[in-house]
């Protein structure tokens, strides 16, 4: 039994225990596709291409993989749902890990599990350092930009 979940079955109206139990909070899910798509994102560091994470209500990501993109192949192949934990570490306790932590941009730790052949990316963000407010004094008698 994974740590915090029950290992109980679910009634069909009740949320998934990570999400009920463990306070994850569903992000968005990743499809991965092999054609290029419209207003699709290029980040050249992971070796990706995205499109539609910005504009979904849904939460949708299309994700297309270039060929040196070092992930698994599963994560190539089969949609993963994403959730925002408050702490990545404590969350991949007593899980499979399938992509040790890593911090692919500035305020986000990322990891990837694997539960019962499913892919899971795990996020968790934090707040980098924060801009100081300007003068509202000086803004009163000059241009602030």
């Given at each position: 039994m994974k740590r915090?979940v029950?290992s109980g079955?679910?009634?069909?109206?009740?949320?998934?225990?990570?999400?009920?139990?463990?306070?994850?909070?569903?992000?968005?899910?990743?499809?991965p596709h092999?054609?290029?798509?419209?207003?699709?994102?290029?980040?050249?560091?992971?070796g990706v291409?995205v499109?539609g994470f910005?504009?979904?209500p849904?939460g949708?990501e299309?994700?297309?993989f270039?060929?040196?993109?070092n992930?698994?192949?599963?994560?190539?192949?089969v949609?993963?749902?994403a959730?925002a934990v408050?702490d990545l570490?404590?969350?991949l306790k007593?899980r499979?890990?399938?992509?040790?932590p890593?911090e692919p941009?500035v305020?986000?730790r990322?990891?990837?599990?694997?539960?019962?052949?499913a892919?899971i990316?795990?996020l968790?963000?934090?707040?980098?350092?924060?801009?100081p407010?300007k003068d509202?004094?000086r803004?009163r008698?000059?241009?602030c930009?």
């Open positions: 915090g029950n079955k679910r009634l069909n109206h009740e949320p998934p225990a990570v999400t009920a139990k463990l306070g994850w909070r569903y992000h968005h899910i990743g499809i092999t054609q290029p798509r419209a207003q699709e994102h290029h980040v050249a560091h992971l291409h499109a910005e504009t979904s849904y949708i299309w994700i297309r270039e060929p040196h993109c992930v698994p192949e599963i994560v190539r192949i949609p993963h749902i959730f408050d570490d404590e969350a007593g499979e890990i399938l992509i040790a890593t941009s305020g986000v990322v990891a990837f599990i694997l539960d019962d052949g892919p990316e795990l968790q963000f934090y707040r980098t350092k924060a801009v407010p509202k004094a803004c008698t000059a241009r930009t």
